[in-house]
């Protein structure tokens, strides 16, 4: 007879994994048969917590003790001395940035108390590779309940009711999405879900389909029996391997036990799963190359009018969502459109799962409710910026989204409000940047990667962003000329109004929002050749101040021999000479060298 | 599985795989100080973890802790259920662990005359 008193989880989640986590699962079976206590304590692998940074994570129930950069020499003195004694191993507790307290319990880390987890409720708390575990905590149950006791139609008003709107970026309301597909004509129908996520920095999508595979699947197959498809197909690029495999187990797992396939709950509804790996190209998120990508052609945008919903894959009535989208509807028909939308604002319902990256103390994802401000994120969630740095901006919505600087912070964030301001929800990247950043420079980066990721059917975006390119590049290498500001907002108008698809229609927005809340930036560039945050590595130059008390240390580092002047007077740098390499200014023990 | 009270049937069954993580019932903690090992506590936890597992208790949670400064009362178990005193028996052995599970954990008793302190929580 056995009894199982804890449960040791092991994050393996792409970020952990990466960090060790395999070793360390293998020393702590190891460990855990060698005392003899495998018998009463159980080792559960899970999927991303969101905090990959801090990883390998370890956490310890009953108690929930949660351990942070666990490595594989560490094991042995969890085991005895936590798993054996009930000792806590203090130094590998996690430490609050700013307090520096050590904080023994996962829920009172200041990441995770302001966050509202929802879409993200099992991901690090359950095995994604065992669907019992799944069962466990309520799995297939709103299935099961909309295919037993709701019509198709009910399913969809209560999509509707609740509000939720699509999490792959453009935010159009899903119920109504749903029920358009429903009411088109067609013998056969079609559920794909986007798990294509090409926005840099963003991971979410891939986190819930490594530690919550099914919870898709359930969403999938309760939109399926909504619009009336039979079959679903679910795109992920293949840089997502765990993602995949994840994703084959669960569907295997589902089929085995009757929850997809034929005859669900006896009830007559049939719905199978198909994944289709992608090869990772940026303009493939978009739908209608998404859906020609899956029918083996090339993945080109096409107009629209037809939408999918009318004539998708094949040719049928096809309805497509976003991963966290589909997330999203077990727990709406579990709990009623009414409990959903009495979470987040008017316009936007629910929970939003943004990745935090950038300069912030915590990087990792977090979910929260709709309408909580930039500030609460940035600096109660995301515990502020690196290094006491001071804030500049916060880039959300990837490529095709738009900075927000200082004065913006307090915006609650929602679909509605981001546009107002010139940025977009977009699949919910974050990025913080500090006052080093350079925001001519992120600009061109942004349109660097969108310029190279333009599959070029049209004209506008494969010419207009090159363009583009060329001035930002220009500009951040002291070349800009008067005037560049008004061209690049003239060819951004255009591109946003004449593109085909929505990677052109949105590659100037970083562009165009950089421009509005940092202008006088891109003047300092143009008219004073100067990068005010000193990141434009052509337009940085050292100087010395008059603090110098020309004692000739840096004189003695430069490799360049730029530096002059006789002891115990000012010395000078020779900017022709300058290779910018710094050394000089991390010498000065007086600190008369500045840079800019 | 057919039907959803299938669904319903297996997820009670499973359920024991994950309430640990989700746990909110009674918890037992048992004194693994050096001297309470010494007097026997990882014997007494066995027995706690046989009584239980015989029992089919679920919802109980067994932890450990380490010295409380009563060392000459080893072996420490603490009995908390919800909402209730933390209760501190002594001497405890692998003998007295089913009727103190039987008593306390199951039938809410105390068993006084093993008390060594109480403490509300
Ligand atoms: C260039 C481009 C890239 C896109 N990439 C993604 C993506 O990676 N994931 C995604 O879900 N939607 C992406 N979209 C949005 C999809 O076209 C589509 O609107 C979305 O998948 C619909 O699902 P939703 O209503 O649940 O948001 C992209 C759109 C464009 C124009
Ligand atoms: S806007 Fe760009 S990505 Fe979209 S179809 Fe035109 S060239 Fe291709
Ligand atoms: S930055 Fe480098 S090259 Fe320039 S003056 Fe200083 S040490 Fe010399
Ligand atoms: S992969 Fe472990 S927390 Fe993200
Ligand atoms: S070792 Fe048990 S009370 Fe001190």
């Not at chain 1, 003899?36 to 917590?49: M, R, Y």
């Amino acid at each position: 007879m056995e009894h199982i008193r804890a449960h040791v989880l092991i994050c393996a989640g792409t970020g952990c994994a990466s960090s060790g986590s395999k070793r360390v699962e293998a020393a702590m079976k190891r460990e855990l048969a060698e005392r003899g206590l495998d018998k009463e304590i159980k080792i559960v692998e899970t999927g991303c917590h969101g905090f990959c940074e801090m990883g390998p994570l370890v956490i310890v129930y009953p108690e929930g003790v949660f351990y942070v950069r666990v490595q594989e020499e560490d094991v042995p003195e969890i085991v005895e001395n936590h798993l054996y004694k009930g000792r806590i191993v203090e130094r590998l507790l996690y430490k609050e940035p700013v307090t520096l307290e050590k904080v023994p319990n996962y829920s009172d880390i200041d990441f995770y108390k302001k966050q509202n987890r929802q879409v993200l409720i099992n991901c690090g708390r359950i095995d994604p590779e065992k669907i019992e575990e799944y069962i466990a905590v309520g799995g297939y149950q709103a299935l099961g309940k909309a295919v037993t006791a709701m019509t198709s139609e009910d399913v969809v008003e209560e999509v509707k009711k609740s509000g939720l709107r699509g999490r792959g970026g453009g935010g159009f309301p899903t119920g109504l999405k749903w029920s358009f597909t429903r009411k088109a004509q067609g013998d056969k129908k079609y559920v794909v879900c986007n798990a294509d996520e090409g926005d840099p920095g963003a991971f979410m999508d891939r986190s819930v389909l490594e530690g919550d595979p099914h919870r898709v699947i359930e969403g999938m197959a309760i939109c399926g029996y909504a619009i009336g498809a039979d079959e679903g197909y679910i795109y992920v690029r293949a840089e997502y391997p765990l993602a995949i495999k994840r994703l084959k187990i669960a569907i295997s797992q589902a089929e085995a036990m009757g929850v997809l396939g034929d005859n669900i709950f006896s009830s007559g509804f049939q719905f199978h799963i198909k994944i289709k790996e992608g090869a990772g190209a940026f303009v493939c998120g978009e739908e209608t190359a998404l859906l020609a990508s899956i029918e083996g052609k090339r993945g080109m945008p096409r107009p629209r009018p037809p939408f999918p919903a009318n004539a998708g894959l094949w040719g049928k009535p096809t309805n497509i969502n976003n991963v966290e989208t589909f997330a999203n509807v077990p727990q709406i028909i579990n709990q009623g459109a009414d409990w959903y939308a009495a979470i987040g604002t008017e316009k936007s319902k629910g929970t939003k799962v943004f990745a935090l990256t950038g300069k912030i103390n915590h990087t990792g994802l977090a979910e929260v409710p709709m309408g909580i401000t930039m500030r609460e994120i940035i600096y109660d969630i995301g515990g502020g910026i690196q290094n006491g740095k001071k804030f500049k901006a916060v880039q959300i919505g990837g490529p095709s989204g738009g900075c927000l600087p200082e004065e913006l912070l307090d915006l609650p964030v929602d679909y509605d409000s981001l546009i107002s301001v010139g940025a977009m929800m977009g699949s919910g990247g974050l990025v913080v940047m500090d006052e080093t950043t350079c925001m001519v420079d992120v600009a061109r980066f942004f349109l660097n990667f969108t310029q190279s990721e333009s599959c070029g059917k049209c004209t506008p975006c494969r010419e207009g962003t090159k363009r583009m390119l060329e001035i930002l590049t220009r500009i951040t290498e002291g070349q800009g000329q008067e005037g560049d500001i008004e061209l690049l907002e003239t060819m951004a108008k255009n591109i946003k109004a004449t593109a085909l698809c929505g990677l052109g229609q949105t590659a100037p927005n970083p562009v165009l929002s950089t421009i509005k809340h940092f202008r006088d930036e891109y003047e300092a560039h143009i008219r004073e050749k100067r990068c005010p945050a000193g990141a434009c590595s052509k337009l940085v130059g050292y100087t010395i101040t008059s603090n110098c008390k020309g004692c000739g240390l840096c004189k003695k580092v430069c490799p360049a021999e730029a530096i002059s002047g006789t002891v115990k007077e000012q010395h000078q740098i020779d900017p022709d000479k300058c290779l910018k390499c710094g050394a000089c200014m991390a010498k000065c023990p007086f600190k008369a060298i500045s840079k800019g | 599985m057919k039907t959803i009270e299938d669904l319903k049937r297996l997820r009670e069954q499973v359920q024991s795989d994950t309430r640990l993580r989700y746990t909110t019932g009674t918890k037992i903690i048992i004194g693994m100080g050096t001297c309470g090992i010494a007097a026997g506590a990882r014997e007494v936890m066995s027995a706690v973890l046989d009584e239980i597992a015989k029992r089919h208790l679920q919802d109980v949670t067994v932890t450990q802790t380490g010295c409380i400064g009563m060392c000459e009362k080893e072996v420490l178990l603490d009995v908390v259920r919800p909402g209730e005193d933390r209760i501190t028996y002594g001497k405890v052995t692998p003998e007295l662990v089913p009727q103190i599970i039987a008593e306390h954990v199951v039938n809410g008793r105390i068993l006084e005359e093993l008390v060594v302190g109480k403490f509300s929580e």
